[in-house]
């Protein structure tokens, strides 16, 4: 590739990321009449459009309903200071550049509970989701130059891959990394571990009907001021601005992986960034995306504590359930209670048994991503 080609498809690769796949397709605004008041506002935040879209519960001012949206921000805000394994300084930083000394790197607690819970995926996947998988991204250039590797890089790199080589001290919320050159990467989980926090927050300050959207990544918090669930498309893989289906949801996630969020072709091949850590190529997949439904009250059953994570968990699972293909994917949703939609290599679309109802596609415009 020449440099301007290159350069052509980094910035192409940057446009795509915003046309992300489960899309909320209603708001607070106009939904009900009389509705009293809502508050909408976007930032760009963990490498991605985040929008909070908060209605005023009643006796709730608009300054009141602003601040709880902001606490929200702040708090997906802290989740990116704490984990973006590019910033100098932050607790995945410190913990990959200790990598292989032996020395222990103290976290904050947000921090180690991410690692934990992604290190249960990588168990319970075989590997196939493995968040050391920082050597390879940064090999094929995600989020800086993409480009193809020659083969003995990534044989090189992939030996770096491991996440039996991490361990963790809970008494102290430490970790260790136990070979040079390793390094954490939680770009398929830390996501879905802010929106949770974001959803905390604004239940916390007393909102009760909310949508947050962190680049496809949806927490539907309560229901629609007229008293309607929220709907939410699944994209087109094809064709950003249409919805091959439409869910409604109440105080569920939906959180998609597809192979068209973030990439980049090269030779009329379409090089995607979820990566099979068993080849060190991306997955070769026979899903074009996955989209993951976990209600709520599963929190309850989480291994970590008390810290909701319906949207980490979701997070998580369609990244692994990408990699491990579809038939693998609906069996273990299916058996494992978990609503799943997938949009497969031929546009067919597979449900398992616990998704929502889904809806015939509807042709709408994402210029705000909204239809009311
Ligand atoms: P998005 O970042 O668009 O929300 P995903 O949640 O599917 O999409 O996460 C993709 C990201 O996950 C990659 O950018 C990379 O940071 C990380 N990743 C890639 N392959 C793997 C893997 N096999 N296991 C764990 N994380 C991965
Ligand atoms: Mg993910």
């Not at 590797?149 to 080589?165: M, N, S, Y």
């Not at 879905?192 to 916390?204: H, I, S, Y």
């Not at 449900?351 to 909204?370: L, M, N, Q, R, Y």
Request: aromatic share 8%; with cysteine.
């Amino acid at each position: 590739m020449s440099d301007l080609s290159r350069r052509a498809h980094s910035f192409w690769a940057a446009c795509v990321a915003l046309a992300l796949v489960a899309w909320p397709l209603s708001g607070c605004i106009g939904s009900s009449r009389g509705s009293p008041g809502s508050y909408d506002e976007v930032r760009l935040l963990m490498d991605t459009v985040v929008e909070i879209n908060a209605c005023a519960p009643e006796g709730m001012g608009r300054d009141e309903l602003r601040k709880a949206v902001e606490d929200a921000f702040e708090a997906m805000a802290r989740v990116d200071r704490l984990m973006n394994a590019r910033a100098e300084g932050s607790d995945i930083w410190r913990v990959n550049r200790a990598a292989g000394s032996g020395s222990w790197i103290s976290v904050d607690e947000w921090t180690f509970r991410v690692i934990k819970r992604a290190l249960f995926f990588a168990r319970l996947s075989s590997g196939a989701f493995d968040p050391t998988i920082l050597p390879l991204m940064e090999l094929w250039g995600f989020g800086t130059k993409p480009h193809v590797p020659r083969q003995e890089e990534i044989g090189k790199a992939k030996r770096l891959v491991d996440w039996t080589a991490v361990d963790l001290d809970e008494s102290n919320f430490s970790v260790r990394l136990n070979r040079p050159g390793m390094g954490l990467d939680l770009g398929a989980i830390a996501k879905g571990f802010a929106v949770d926090r974001a959803f905390e927050a604004l239940k916390r300050s007393g909102v009760t009907r909310a949508i947050v959207n962190a680049g496809g990544n949806v927490y539907a918090l309560g229901k629609r001021p007229d008293g309607g669930k929220w709907k939410v498309g699944v994209r087109d893989p094809d064709e950003p601005g249409t919805y091959v289906t439409v869910m409604r949801l109440e105080e569920q996630t939906a959180v998609t992986s597809g192979d068209y969020e973030r990439y980049f072709e090269d030779g009329g091949k379409r090089y995607h960034h979820i990566i099979d850590p068993a080849s060190g190529y991306p997955a070769d997949s026979d899903i074009r995306s996955v989209t993951v439904i976990l209600p709520r009250t599963r929190e309850a059953q989480s291994d970590i504590g008390l810290v909701p994570n319906a949207s980490m968990d979701a997070d998580a699972l369609s990244t692994m359930l990408f990699i491990l293909g579809k038939e693998k994917a609906l069996k273990f949703a299916d058996e494992n209670g978990i609503g799943l939609i997938i949009v497969d290599a031929r546009r067919g679309i597979s449900a398992s048994k616990w998704a929502p109802e889904i809806f015939p596609s509807e042709h709408v415009s994402t210029g705000d991503g909204k239809q009311r």
